[in-house]
């Protein structure tokens, strides 16, 4: 075998080499079964934790935690066991592939955990895996620098393989890291009971607001570019904020003031215009009112800055509900406001105080036209069906009672008639 190998040009490794390629080997087994325990011990708590910190319940949360767990210890057992000695380049190997398999597992599936595109998840994964399987066997220099010929020039600028590679590879680690900060931070702000619903959206926003400049500077800064290189681009920027993207700004700061202000928050019931609904949540861009339909309207945040807004539950959650009635001439009409009164005392969503009250709005053509008044807190559960249910019940009453409901008359002239007149 010596000679067919000397014969191909292939160095076999001696004796000290397999010898260091089999502790090494040994270590990975034990470092994977270190991993094994490590996953099913303290996966389930981590588990429990992410749930706490981030929000995130589901069936699949331990397997992937446990999983999670066991990539990142053993790629932990395997790091500190290739930098503890000067292996030689086959124990490297055995030693750094595990390593950065696991490492891009963890990776992979941490940003999938994210729910996170799937091609995102594989791309740093995989980037993960070669940098530092290249690092572990003779460093990342060799290959750096094979990507780093791969370019072209434009101008006095060179544009190469490498350079592109660590702008998406960074754009994309700062994205799965902003994405998960805002989670946690979300979450933090749903756990403090001190903060009411629209203080805490308003948290939410600003921080995340924070965190998108905070994630855009930390990437300048990670791509090494200079920021004195961006003035021309950030007045060029300006002027696009000026014009294209003036709406856009107006609606984010217009959406800010409306949190600040807490002139409309979610779970209000608001009407703009034609549309009517509670406020199901208030975005950057526009705010959701959900009818009663279930359609749900998107309304620019600047419209509720600038338009006539009516909130019923600005100051108070109580509305007041005007039901018309109309009851014939020659009917008994104290018995009838008395059974209106009545009819509305029996609705379940009926307040009681402040009490139903009834109106004689006007003489009509063909009856008397009354107002049934009633209060109700939980105008987001809808309106038409208390005023369905006293409508019901008000009908059989009015059956009970003997009291008519108009029919439409009219009394018609004739001024003269053609021949005989009728017998």
């Not at 995989?126 to 010929?149: C, H, Q, S, W, Y």
């Not at 921080?207 to 500077?217: E, S, T």
């Not at 369905?388 to 001024?415: A, C, G, M, T, V």
């Amino acid at each position: 075998m010596t000679r067919w190998a000397a014969d191909l040009s292939i160095t076999l490794p001696g004796y000290a080499q397999l010898v260091s390629a089999s502790v090494a080997f040994a270590i990975v087994l034990l470092g994977g079964f270190g991993a094994i325990f490590a996953g099913r011990t303290i996966g389930q708590r981590l588990a429990a934790l992410w749930e706490r910190h981030a929000g995130a319940r589901s069936e699949r949360m331990a397997t992937r935690m446990c999983a999670l767990t066991r990539y990142l210890t053993a790629a932990l057992i395997y790091a500190i066991a290739l930098k503890a000695d000067d292996w030689p380049l086959l124990s490297e190997f055995v030693l750094g592939f595990p390593m950065a398999a696991a490492a891009g597992l963890f990776v992979g599936g941490l940003i999938r955990g994210l729910h996170i595109l799937r091609w995102v998840s594989l791309l740093l994964g995989g980037a993960t895996f070669i940098a530092l399987l290249a690092d572990a066997l003779e460093g990342l220099k060799p290959v750096t620098d094979v990507l780093d010929r791969i370019g072209f020039e434009a101008g006095k600028t060179r544009i190469s393989l490498l350079g592109g590679i660590q702008i998406v590879v960074t754009i994309l680690a700062i994205y799965a890291v902003l994405k998960l900060a805002n989670r946690m931070l979300d979450q933090s702000v749903k756990r403090a009971s001190q903060l009411d619903a629209t203080q805490q959206l308003l948290v939410q926003k600003l921080g995340g607001v924070v965190l998108l400049v905070a994630g855009f500077f930390i990437a300048i800064d990670l791509l090494g570019i200079d920021l004195t290189a961006l003035a021309v681009f950030s007045g060029a920027f300006g002027l696009a904020i000026g014009f294209g993207l003036q709406k856009t700004f107006g609606n984010l700061i217009a959406g800010i003031i409306l949190l600040m202000d807490r002139s409309i928050k979610p779970g209000d019931v608001i009407v703009v215009g034609d549309s009517v609904g509670h406020v199901s949540k208030i975005g950057v861009r526009a705010v959701s009112i959900v009818t009663r339909d279930g359609k749900e309207h998107l309304i620019p945040n600047e419209n509720l800055m600038t338009q006539e807004v009516e909130n019923w539950s600005y100051s108070s959650p109580n509305v007041r509900i005007h039901i018309p009635v109309g009851v014939a001439y020659d009917c008994d009409l104290a018995r009838a406001q008395e059974l209106m009164i009545e009819a509305a005392l029996q609705a379940e969503r009926v307040l009681k105080t402040p009490k139903p009250n009834v109106w004689l709005r006007a003489f009509g053509e063909s009856a008397l036209e009354h107002d049934i008044l009633v209060w109700i807190k939980d105008p987001t559960a809808g309106i038409g069906n208390v005023q369905s249910e006293i409508l019901n019940r008000l009908w059989q009453l009015f059956k009970d009672n003997n009291i008519e409901l108009p029919y439409p008359q009219r009394d018609i002239r004739i001024r003269e008639w053609p021949g005989a007149p009728p017998t």
